[in-house]
């Protein structure tokens, strides 16, 4: 079946310090790869997108990688602050030049002082 | 540009009753997708449409339906509402692959 599976559902991490998300799907071929960002109430919010022939995408603090080989994509955020405290959505494009996606569990990052 | 808005932001409404959500895309937009998000099965795919046609639709009930008009507003109806129903409605509009989303409508079914 399809899957497309987020790591765990909450990440604490201390603030200053690296996080890491991951992004894990199977039997997809996407196009490309998106993270978006969510907050309670709120919907989701852009942040980065990866194609399927890129390997690594940058944005500020925000890190994406793409190995269609495993599968997977990491996101990560250095330096990390209070504010970006969220929950993180990773959604990939299955069908080409259509704007369907297929999003991922979530992961909800909590970043302390 | 003003965003993505959606109407109305809160529902309540009873089991066997039926709902119509508005979403109106940003401007310039032309594709407008929508999906329902619960804890329990996260953000689903609902369908999408493109120039007033449907272009994709998930794996939901034929109870759920759509349609987009001319100037690419865009309403979702669902009709003898199930307790089930009860989530987040999510619309969004796309632009060059991203994809824009507004602030839900939040539906409680009684």
């Known amino acids: 079946s399809q899957k497309i599976e987020q790591n765990s559902e909450a990440l604490n991490i201390q603030e200053g310090k690296t996080a890491t998300l991951t992004c894990n799907y199977t039997?997809?071929?996407?196009?490309?790869l998106q993270w978006y960002r969510q907050d309670p109430g709120r919907g989701p919010v852009f942040l980065l997108l990866i194609r399927e022939n890129e390997k690594e995408k940058r944005k500020e603090r925000l890190k994406v990688t793409f190995d269609t080989t495993l599968k997977q994509s990491l996101f990560h955020i250095t330096a990390s602050q209070p504010a970006d405290s969220a929950t993180y959505l990773c959604a990939l494009d299955v069908t080409y030049n259509t704007d369907k996606l297929i999003f991922g569990t979530g992961t909800r990052l909590q970043v302390f002082p | 540009k003003a965003g993505v808005t959606q109407t109305p932001r809160y529902l309540i409404k009873t089991r066997g009753q039926q709902v119509t959500l508005s979403c109106s895309p940003i401007s310039g937009h032309r594709s407008v997708s929508w999906y329902q998000q619960t804890p329990g099965q996260g953000l689903q795919f609902l369908f999408e449409y493109f120039s007033e046609t449907q272009r994709n639709k998930g794996n939901f009930p034929g109870r759920f339906s759509g349609r987009q008009f001319s100037n690419s507003r865009s309403e979702m109806n669902v009709s003898t509402l199930e307790l089930g129903d009860s989530a987040l409605y999510l619309c969004?509009?796309?632009?060059?692959?991203?994809?824009?989303f507004g602030p839900g409508t939040r539906l409680l079914v009684l």
């Open positions: 969004a509009s796309s632009y060059e692959e991203t994809q824009y």
């Open positions: 039997n997809y071929s996407p196009a490309y």
